[in-house]
């Protein structure tokens, strides 16, 4: 009896949706660059991930919500259907409109995407607000990654595809694992910044006595 053959894991849908993946940083990294011009070399750097942040949820989520709402994404044709299907593979839940992760991504779309446009100006701008938003965003976003697969993890994780290397660590633990480790630091950031601002004012007050 013949072995079966193994799936093909590099298929040209692969190379297509992570030649997207990398064209979106880009694209974060040259606006970065341009409207945060005058801000300090790390506020740019944060610039370029929340870019990326609102590309992606935009341009990627977003259309993953139209298609889960007017059907599934293993039923639709296109690009972006394509793409999703390949990250499908690792994760089933995005092929057949799973209600939680369809909740999830709306006001992932919605409020974590124009949370993150309102934070870049609040950057570019230097406005006073501008870690309120930070720390928001930063939860908001935590708290998607955390709904998105603990569900999953007290079932059992059926839906999770970890056979290989790359659903495994490329798909599920890096592109996931982004949206906790950045958004950790920034909560850091934000966390020494107002501990910043708070010992500046009290040593301001203790000398206007």
Not at 27 to 56: E, M, N, P, S
Not at 102 to 110: A, H, M, Y
Not at 168 to 182: A, E, Q, R, S
Request: charged share 15%; aromatic share 14%; glycine share 8%.
């Amino acid at each position: 009896m013949a072995e079966k053959a193994a799936p093909v894991l590099l298929s040209s849908v692969t190379v297509y949706s992570l030649a997207a993946c990398a064209a979106q940083l880009g694209l974060g990294y040259v606006l970065a660059q341009r409207l945060g011009k005058r801000c300090h070399a790390t506020d740019r750097w944060v610039l370029v991930w929340l870019f990326y942040d609102a590309i992606v949820h935009f341009t990627l989520e977003g259309p993953f919500v139209y298609l889960s709402l007017v059907g599934t994404v293993a039923t639709s044709e296109g690009p972006l259907a394509a793409l999703w299907k390949e990250y499908g593979k690792a994760d089933e839940r995005w092929l057949h409109s799973d209600p939680t992760v369809v909740s999830l991504e709306i006001l992932t779309v919605v409020v974590d995407g124009l949370l993150a446009l309102a934070l870049i100006y609040a950057i570019v701008k230097d406005k006073y607000y501008r870690h309120f938003l930070q720390i928001t965003l930063c939860v908001c976003e935590l708290y998607g990654g955390w709904m998105t697969f603990c569900p999953d993890w007290l079932v059992g994780s059926p839906n999770l595809n970890t056979s290989n290397w790359l659903y495994l660590w490329v798909y599920l633990v890096f592109f996931n694992g982004l949206w906790v480790l950045i958004p950790g630091l920034l909560l850091w950031q934000s966390w020494l910044e107002l501990k910043k601002l708070h010992i500046s004012k009290g040593s301001s007050g203790k000398k206007s006595r």
